[in-house]
C-alpha cells in the first residue's frame, strides 16, 4: 500500500476574491503588454529614422565624413537591441493574461499553471535583465575611478 503526504495530496482552491483578484491582474497585464508592443514599435521606428537621420547628416556634412552613416547604422542597431530586449518580458506579460483569462472564463487548472509559468518567466527575465544593468553600471563606475586615477597621476 502506498501512503503519499499530507503535500502531495494537498490540492489548493482559489476563492472567489482570489479569481477576481487574479482577472483583475490579468487585465492590468493585457493593458501593459500591449503598451510594451506600442513601445517596442516606436523603438523599431526610432532605429530606422536614427540609422536614416545619421546616414543623412553623414551625406550632408562633408566633415563628418564616413562617421555619419556607420554611426547611423550603430544607433539603428543599437535600437533594434533594445527592441528585442524589450520584446521578451512583453511577450511573457501577455502570455500570461491571455492564458490567464482563459483559465479563469473556463474554470481551468492547466492553463492557470500556465499562465503562473509565463508570469515567472516573466519575472526571471526582468530579474537577470536589472542583475546584468546594475553590473553594468558598477563596471562603468569602477572604470571612471580606474580612468580618474590614471588620467590624474599621468
Do not use: C
Not at 45 to 56: D, E, M, P
Request: charged share 10%; aromatic share 18%; no cysteine.
Amino acid at each position: 500500500m502506498e501512503e503519499h503526504s499530507v503535500i502531495e495530496s494537498f490540492e489548493m482552491r482559489l476563492s472567489e476574491s482570489a479569481k477576481d483578484f487574479l482577472k483583475e491582474t490579468a487585465k492590468w497585464a493585457y493593458y501593459l503588454s500591449i503598451l510594451g508592443y506600442l513601445g517596442i514599435g516606436f523603438i523599431i521606428f526610432a532605429a530606422l529614422f536614427a540609422g536614416t537621420l545619421f546616414s543623412a547628416m553623414g551625406k550632408i556634412n562633408p566633415a563628418m565624413g564616413a562617421m555619419g552613416s556607420s554611426f547611423g547604422i550603430v544607433m539603428a542597431f543599437v535600437y533594434f537591441l533594445i527592441g528585442l530586449l524589450y520584446f521578451f518580458p512583453v511577450y511573457y506579460l501577455n502570455k500570461f493574461a491571455s492564458n490567464a483569462k482563459a483559465a479563469i472564463k473556463n474554470n481551468d487548472a492547466e492553463t492557470l499553471t500556465t499562465s503562473l509559468q509565463y508570469l515567472k518567466s516573466h519575472y526571471k527575465y526582468i530579474g537577470i535583465m536589472t542583475l546584468v544593468i546594475f553590473s553594468l553600471y558598477l563596471l562603468m563606475f569602477v572604470g571612471m575611478i580606474v580612468g580618474g586615477i590614471v588620467f590624474h597621476n599621468a
